[in-house]
């Protein structure tokens, strides 16, 4: 199984919005609403974001969205601040029953 | 509140049997369908290696699968992952997670455990 396709960076000014896509085929991302995205800190487990595509776990900012459209998943996170400078991975449940991650993306706040 | 723990050598001889612990804590191991084990290379993005349910059945990823065995233990608690013929590749942060409150995704992550892999 293959990565999902992520960009390696995207960055934004503070208070900006910046949106990551995850790209994947119809036996993972476009065939199961089992999308995940995760924060990770240098040195630190990733953190769960996002869930079934779009749903926030209790303590995650709500400036933190998910969404889907077909094979491509994306995560948005609105009014950026310094702290959300950090990687950032999807995952997905897939077809033959496991987990595929992303290749992962590095969010830079100017 | 649910924590993880893992646990065991940090250094692995090449052609050897990478062996690890997760220690449940906090909460029953019966009290959650699946438990994974996920490994991240240094520098690069996680892999996920396989899961077990409570029953024992288990999912492997495909390029892992000949070698990964993993186990349960429901009398300590804990969850186990045998990796066999190791290489260099094979270093990395090993990390053990389960959905807990929900399905289908990971929202609780032990803190990892540097395994290398060198003569």
């Known amino acids: 199984q293959s990565a999902l396709t992520q960009p390696a960076s995207v960055s934004g000014s503070p208070g900006q919005s910046i949106t990551i896509s995850c790209t994947g085929t119809s036996s993972d991302v476009g065939g199961y609403n089992y999308v995940s995205w995760y924060q990770q800190n240098p040195g630190k487990a990733p953190k769960l974001m996002i869930c079934?595509?779009?749903y926030r776990p209790s303590g995650v900012s709500n400036r933190f969205s998910g969404s889907k459209s077909g094979n491509t998943a994306s995560l948005t996170i609105s009014g950026l601040q310094a702290e959300d400078e950090a990687d950032y991975y999807c995952s997905s449940y897939t077809s033959i029953n496991t987990y595929v991650f992303g290749s992962g993306t590095k969010v830079t706040v100017l | 509140q649910v924590q993880l723990q893992e646990s065991g050598p940090g250094l692995v001889k090449p052609s050897g049997t990478l062996s690890l612990t997760c220690a449940v804590s906090?909460?029953?191991?019966?009290?959650?369908?699946?438990w994974s084990w996920v490994r991240q290379p240094p520098g690069k993005g996680p892999e996920w290696i396989g899961e077990?349910?409570?029953?024992?059945?288990?999912n492997y990823n495909p390029s892992l699968k000949s070698r990964v065995t993993i186990s349960i233990d429901k009398s300590k608690n804990q969850f186990s992952l045998n990796l066999s013929s190791v290489t260099a590749a094979d270093t990395a942060v090993y990390y053990c997670a389960s959905g807990i409150t929900r399905g289908w995704t990971f929202d609780y992550w032990g803190q990892g455990t540097l395994v290398i892999v060198s003569s």
């Open positions: 079934g595509v779009s």
């Open positions: 906090g909460g029953s191991i019966s009290g959650t369908n699946w």
């Open positions: 077990i349910h409570r029953s024992g059945s288990t």
